[in-house]
């Protein structure tokens, strides 16, 4: 008699995990869930490949070029999932309400980069194909036309002179020969010569180091790279 009560239970049990299953395959269908993920992945290909041609910055790093894959591979199935069941979107909302990134985001436009793979998430996650293809391409080709055409400035470098201060004029008159703008950042006078920091923008290799070092009373010359905000 127990035997046959664990059996019907068991049974009971079996039916009710194959209608829950039936019913998670009713609101997605896998040929729909395969297609959705493989556009997400284009998209976010896509979205990688205009991020790393169009990145201006210093440090280029390629984590972040495959968390804008992830996000929307991510995004795409959670949508899918949330989109027909207003408990779970509930849900959903509340436990993102309570997730803390503590990662620290340097450049404003990477911020835009990873909204966009979120967008295209979303787009790809509620059915709507089209748009969101339609969307990546315009907003790559924007990207690209932004980047190399209207916006486009000459790199941003540090130049670091040691020099005795008689030489101060010759620098002066070299830099305005060698670089396309340059502003003086920082001075400091010494007993033992002098220190200043410019910020120049090269629009090609000049070789503004060997120059410097030419001029009678520069003891060292550096060129680092920087990254700073335009007006800064």
């Known amino acids: 008699m127990l035997s046959t009560s664990l059996l019907t239970?068991?049974?009971?049990?079996?039916?009710?995990?194959?209608?829950?299953?039936?019913?998670?395959?009713?609101?997605?269908?896998?040929?729909?869930?395969?297609?959705?993920?493989?556009?997400?992945?284009?998209?976010g290909i896509i979205i990688a490949i205009v991020?790393?041609?169009?990145?201006r910055g210093v440090l280029y790093s390629p984590s972040f070029t495959l968390t804008l894959v992830m996000l929307t591979l991510i995004t795409t199935p959670v949508v899918?999932?949330?989109?027909?069941?207003?408990?779970?979107?509930m849900g959903m909302v509340g436990a993102l309400s309570i997730v803390r990134f503590r990662t620290a985001v340097k450049d404003p436009l990477d911020t835009a980069y990873m909204?966009?793979?979120?967008?295209?998430?979303?787009?790809?996650?509620?059915?709507?194909?089209?748009?969101?293809?339609?969307?990546?391409?315009?907003?790559?080709?924007?990207?690209?036309?932004?980047?190399?055409?209207?916006f486009t400035n000459p790199n941003a470098y540090l130049l670091v002179?040691?020099?005795?201060e008689y030489c101060e004029g010759a620098i002066q008159s070299e830099l305005g020969r060698s670089v396309k703008s340059h502003k003086l950042r920082s001075k400091t006078l010494t007993?033992?010569?002098?220190?200043?920091?410019?910020?120049?923008?090269?629009?090609?290799?000049?070789?503004?180091?060997?120059?410097?070092?030419?001029?009678?009373?520069?003891?060292?010359?550096?060129?680092?790279?920087?990254?700073?905000?335009?007006?800064?």
Do not use: N
């Open 161 to 164: 002179l040691h020099y005795d």
């Open 9 to 43: 239970a068991a049974g009971a049990t079996s039916l009710a995990q194959a209608s829950g299953l039936a019913a998670q395959f009713k609101s997605i269908v896998p040929a729909d869930l395969f297609i959705a993920l493989g556009l997400a992945f284009v998209t």
């Open 115 to 150: 909204f966009w793979a979120l967008t295209m998430g979303i787009l790809l996650g509620a059915g709507l194909h089209l748009i969101a293809l339609i969307v990546v391409l315009c907003i790559s080709v924007l990207m690209f036309v932004l980047t190399f055409v209207k």
């Open 80 to 89: 899918m999932c949330i989109k027909s069941d207003i408990a779970l979107s």
């Open 191 to 232: 007993r033992a010569g002098a220190e200043m920091t410019y910020e120049v923008r090269l629009s090609d290799k000049t070789e503004v180091v060997t120059r410097m070092l030419d001029i009678e009373g520069v003891h060292d010359a550096t060129l680092v790279a920087c990254q700073s905000e335009v007006g800064a």
């Open 51 to 55: 991020y790393r041609k169009t990145y």
